[in-house]
C-alpha cells in the first residue's frame, strides 16, 4: 500500500511550484473537508494574491473553451503561466465534470508552464463550488502568473464569477439567436472586456456595433473610469487573442492604479467568507438534522409554524455543532 502524503508536506511542494501537488491537492479538496486538507490550505492561503485571476464567461456555443486555449498560448507566449480551471457541469450521478475540458486544451497539457483542471459545479447555484476557488488559491500560491476560470456559461455563473475574479470577460458569439437579448440578459454590466468570438463571421459586425452602442449608452461621465473595450477574435483565422491579452493586461492596470483592486479583493473575501458559511450550515443540515428537520417541516406543513421561524429554530440547534465540527 502507498503511503499517503500529508497535505501539509504537499502544501510545501506547492510552494515550490510542483505540478502533481498541486494536482493531489485539488483532487483532496473535490473530496470532501477533510480537517487535514483545510489545514493545509489555510497555511496556503498565506501565499496567495500574487495570481491575476481572470473569468471567462459567457452564453453556451460562443467558443469560450476556444478562446481559453488560444488565450493561454498568448500568456505562454509572453513568458507567463497560467492555471486554467474550468468549470463543467455536474454529472447527476456521480456529481463529476462531465465535458472535458482537459481533452479539448490537450495540446497544452505537455507545457510545465500550465496547468488545466475541469472541475464540477456540483450542483452550486452560482456555478462555482467552494472546491474551485479552493483550486485558484493552489494554483495561486504554486506561483502562477494568471489564473483563468472558464465557466459553464449558463444560469446564475456570471453573477459568481464577476465576484471571484479580478477581470471578468464576457464572451458573445454572432448567430446564437437575439444577439441583444443575450446581451441584455445580466451580462453587460459585470463585464469589464467584452469579446465577440467567430469574428470572421458576416454576421459578426452587427454583434460588435450593437456593443458598442450599448456600451456608450451605459457609459458614466468622469476621468478615471474603465472604459469597457469590445475585442473581436476569431480562432478560424487566429486574430485578436493578443488583443485580449493586452485588454485584460490594461484592466489589470487599471485596478493597482485607480485602487480598485482592494475593492476588488475585498468582494472576493466576501464571497469566499459567505459560501463557506453556506456550505457549513448545508452540510450539517444533512448531516446531523434529519430528525429535527422533519419536526419542523411538518410544523411548517400544518401552518403551526413559518418557513423564518423554522430556519431561525434550525440554525440555533446547528450552532453548537457547527462551533465544534470547525
Same mark, same amino acid.
Given at each position: 500500500?502507498?503511503?499517503?502524503?500529508?497535505?501539509?508536506?504537499?502544501?510545501?511542494?506547492?510552494?515550490?511550484?510542483?505540478?502533481?501537488?498541486?494536482?493531489?491537492?485539488?483532487?483532496?479538496?473535490? @473530496?470532501?473537508?477533510?480537517?487535514?486538507?483545510?489545514?493545509?490550505?489555510?497555511?496556503?492561503?498565506?501565499?496567495?494574491?500574487?495570481?491575476?485571476?481572470?473569468?471567462?464567461?459567457?452564453?453556451?456555443?460562443?467558443?469560450? @473553451?476556444?478562446?481559453?486555449?488560444?488565450?493561454?498560448?498568448?500568456?505562454?507566449?509572453?513568458?507567463?503561466?497560467?492555471?486554467? &480551471?474550468?468549470?463543467?457541469?455536474?454529472?447527476?450521478?456521480?456529481?463529476?465534470?462531465?465535458?472535458?475540458?482537459?481533452?479539448?486544451?490537450?495540446?497544452?497539457?505537455?507545457?510545465?508552464? &500550465?496547468?488545466?483542471?475541469?472541475?464540477?459545479?456540483?450542483?452550486?447555484?452560482?456555478?462555482?463550488?467552494? @472546491?474551485?476557488?479552493?483550486?485558484?488559491?493552489l494554483l495561486d500560491a504554486g506561483g502562477f502568473d494568471v489564473v483563468l476560470i472558464e465557466?459553464?456559461? &449558463?444560469?446564475?455563473?456570471?453573477?459568481?464569477?464577476?465576484?471571484?475574479?479580478?477581470?471578468?470577460?464576457?464572451?458573445?458569439?454572432?448567430?446564437?439567436?437575439?444577439?441583444?437579448?443575450?446581451?441584455?440578459?445580466? &451580462?453587460?454590466?459585470?463585464?469589464?472586456?467584452?469579446?465577440?468570438?467567430?469574428?470572421?463571421?458576416?454576421?459578426?459586425?452587427?454583434?460588435?456595433?450593437?456593443?458598442?452602442?450599448?456600451?456608450?449608452?451605459?457609459?458614466?461621465?468622469?476621468?478615471?473610469?474603465?472604459?469597457?473595450?469590445?475585442?473581436?477574435?476569431?480562432?478560424?483565422?487566429?486574430?485578436?487573442?493578443?488583443?485580449?491579452?493586452?485588454?485584460?493586461?490594461?484592466?489589470?492596470?487599471?485596478?493597482?492604479?485607480?485602487?480598485?483592486?482592494?475593492?476588488?479583493?475585498?468582494?472576493?473575501?466576501?464571497?469566499?467568507?459567505?459560501?463557506?458559511?453556506?456550505?457549513?450550515?448545508?452540510?450539517?443540515?444533512?448531516?446531523?438534522?434529519?430528525?429535527?428537520?422533519?419536526?419542523?417541516?411538518?410544523?411548517?406543513?400544518?401552518?403551526?409554524?413559518?418557513?423564518?421561524?423554522?430556519?431561525?429554530?434550525?440554525?440555533?440547534?446547528?450552532?453548537?455543532?457547527?462551533?465544534?465540527?470547525?
Amino acid at each position: 500500500m502507498i503511503n499517503r502524503i500529508p497535505s501539509m508536506e504537499l502544501a510545501k511542494r506547492v510552494r515550490e511550484g510542483h505540478l502533481r501537488a498541486i494536482a493531489r491537492l485539488i483532487t483532496r479538496v473535490e @473530496s470532501g473537508g477533510d480537517p487535514e486538507v483545510r489545514e493545509a490550505l489555510a497555511e496556503l492561503y498565506k501565499s496567495t494574491g500574487n495570481a491575476h485571476v481572470v473569468g471567462i464567461t459567457g452564453v453556451p456555443g460562443a467558443g469560450k @473553451s476556444t478562446l481559453v486555449t488560444q488565450l493561454v498560448h498568448e500568456y505562454r507566449a509572453s513568458g507567463r503561466t497560467v492555471g486554467v &480551471v474550468a468549470i463543467d457541469p455536474s454529472s447527476p450521478y456521480s456529481g463529476g465534470a462531465i465535458l472535458g475540458d482537459r481533452i479539448r486544451m490537450g495540446d497544452l497539457v505537455s507545457d510545465p508552464g &500550465v496547468f488545466i483542471r475541469s472541475m464540477a459545479t456540483r450542483g452550486t447555484l452560482g456555478g462555482l463550488a467552494r @472546491s474551485a476557488l479552493d483550486a485558484v488559491d493552489l494554483l495561486d500560491a504554486g506561483g502562477f502568473d494568471v489564473v483563468l476560470i472558464e465557466t459553464v456559461g &449558463v444560469g446564475q455563473d456570471e453573477v459568481d464569477i464577476v465576484r471571484a475574479a479580478h477581470t471578468t470577460v464576457v464572451v458573445n458569439a454572432p448567430g446564437l439567436g437575439d444577439d441583444i437579448q443575450a446581451i441584455k440578459a445580466g &451580462v453587460l454590466e459585470i463585464a469589464d472586456v467584452h469579446v465577440v468570438s467567430k469574428a470572421d463571421r458576416p454576421d459578426s459586425n452587427k454583434t460588435i456595433q450593437e456593443l458598442k452602442a450599448m456600451l456608450m449608452m451605459s457609459l458614466e461621465p468622469g476621468e478615471g473610469i474603465w472604459r469597457v473595450p469590445v475585442v473581436p477574435t476569431s480562432s478560424e483565422k487566429h486574430t485578436g487573442f493578443g488583443e485580449l491579452m493586452a485588454a485584460i493586461d490594461r484592466h489589470a492596470e487599471h485596478l493597482e492604479r485607480s485602487g480598485e483592486i482592494t475593492q476588488r479583493r475585498h468582494q472576493i473575501a466576501l464571497t469566499r467568507v459567505v459560501k463557506v458559511a453556506e456550505e457549513i450550515v448545508r452540510d450539517n443540515f444533512a448531516r446531523d438534522s434529519r430528525s429535527q428537520t422533519e419536526e419542523l417541516l411538518k410544523k411548517v406543513t400544518q401552518r403551526e409554524l413559518d418557513p423564518h421561524g423554522a430556519a431561525v429554530t434550525l440554525l440555533k440547534a446547528m450552532k453548537e455543532t457547527i462551533h465544534e465540527a470547525h
